[in-house]
């Protein structure tokens, strides 16, 4: 073989390495349980290659369905050890953003958004948030829009704030169990104890002069 015959195979192996060293693939399976996520993937030429590894950014990680697509690297251009650079599912992906908007989300709807103007949006039907030993909101204004109710378990609930600023609660409230008040009630309706009216209830043996009267009619 002449010299440039040699040339010209070494740059045939060179080029088809190079050309090895990308591709595009679709997600087959998921392995999630190992100390860096790897996939099966099949490549767009049908070629399937096991055991590539999926690195993610720190601090996050997800699980892509089947059908995902993703971007490879294969060092060297052999299918030895493949690298996945990304995945992305366009099944699924969130459109519609602003320039500048960041967002997380799920094929179910579920998504976090970074909006414009300073504002995040969350989207879910259930919101559980587990804190250990505290939460706490510091904001000028808090309002929940409840349609159905809302529910407070626990031993005890305080309402109020800094220099008296006394709590309003416009709602029909029920209570089990004693309460206790340190400070003045004022109403501007009735009130109803042991089921007798303090502005409607009449005495029991009434007589003239500075006698006291009985029991409340209806008081025990």
Known sequence: ??????LAAMFERLSNRLRGMFARGVVNLVSDGLKMQGQQ?????GETVDNVERPQQYGFTSVPHGGAECFVAFVGGGREHGIIL???DRRYRLKGL???????????GDSIVLKRQNTMELTTKKYVVKAEESVTFETKAYTVNASEGVNYNTPSYGLGGDGGCAAAIKANMAIEGD???????SSTGDQVAGGVSQMGHTHTGVQ???STTGIPVGGA
């Open 1 to 6: 073989m002449s010299e440039i015959s040699q």
């Open 41 to 45: 993937i099949q490549l767009l030429d």
């Open 86 to 88: 990304s995945v992305d």
């Open 98 to 108: 602003k320039n500048g908007e960041v967002a997380l989300y799920t094929d179910e």
């Open 179 to 185: 309460t206790t008040q340190t400070g003045k009630i």
């Open 208 to 210: 003239p002069g500075s």
